[in-house]
């Protein structure tokens, strides 16, 4: 008896790279591609219209991220499992893909023959993670920053003043300052700017 194939969509901003997948995962005779979405918020709905297995999702899409995306079908209680594909080998990124819920996460470099691999270990139960994505992990060690210090890093890169980030967030400019100088202080960066970008650069914005 043949065994029934792996239902898999492909959420994917950029429409030649998914694509490619696409017709690549085709070729294996055990994955069966059941639709593709151009954002997570597509994703989201099509994994409500026709139940895959797994969810293949970029990590940065538009609308929602994959990381968001794999949120999002835990809180709803669906069944289907992500993998995380991604051109970034940010620490930040792993951490927080695990913390939504995604059980594979490799780099889009990854060989075809991989993916497949790890959309089959997925779907067994079992957990995909690209060795060399694991051990930049492992080095970088945990995200230091609060969730206010994040919020007040992704307003500065905005180019938004203390005082507007103060009218945003609800906060005096005097503790937004501090938040920003205390974030500064961890990642050893010598101004907010540095700050936010060695942040983004680790994927812990």
């Avoid at 219209?49 to 929602?64: K, R, S, W, Y």
């Avoid at 695990?98 to 997925?122: C, D, F, H, M, N």
């Avoid at 938004?160 to 500064?184: P, Q, W």
Wanted: glycine share 10%.
């Amino acid at each position: 008896m043949t065994p029934t194939p792996i239902r898999v969509l492909i959420a994917e901003d950029q429409a030649l790279v998914r694509g490619a997948l696409a017709a690549l995962l085709a070729l294996e005779s055990d994955i069966d591609i059941v639709a593709q979405a151009l954002d997570g918020l597509d994703a989201a709905s099509k994994v409500r219209q026709f139940h895959p297995d797994i969810v293949l999702a970029d990590v940065e899409m538009p609308g929602m991220t994959g990381i968001e995306l794999a949120q999002h079908l835990a809180v709803e209680g669906l069944s289907t499992k992500v993998v995380i594909v991604s051109t970034f080998a940010r620490p930040g990124y792993l951490a927080r893909a695990r913390a939504a819920g995604a059980l594979g996460y490799l780099p889009k470099s990854a060989p075809a023959g991989e993916l497949a691999t790890a959309i089959r270990t997925v779907h067994a139960g079992g957990q995909a993670i690209a060795p060399q994505l694991a051990q930049a992990a492992r080095e970088a060690g945990a995200d230091p920053l609060t969730s206010r210090e994040r919020d007040v890093l992704r307003l500065a890169e905005e180019g938004l003043s203390n005082k507007e980030i103060a009218d945003v967030l609800l906060l005096s400019a005097g503790t937004v300052r501090n938040y920003l100088a205390d974030a500064a202080g961890k990642l050893g960066a010598a101004n907010r700017t540095e700050a936010g970008r060695l942040a983004r650069g680790m994927g812990w914005l």
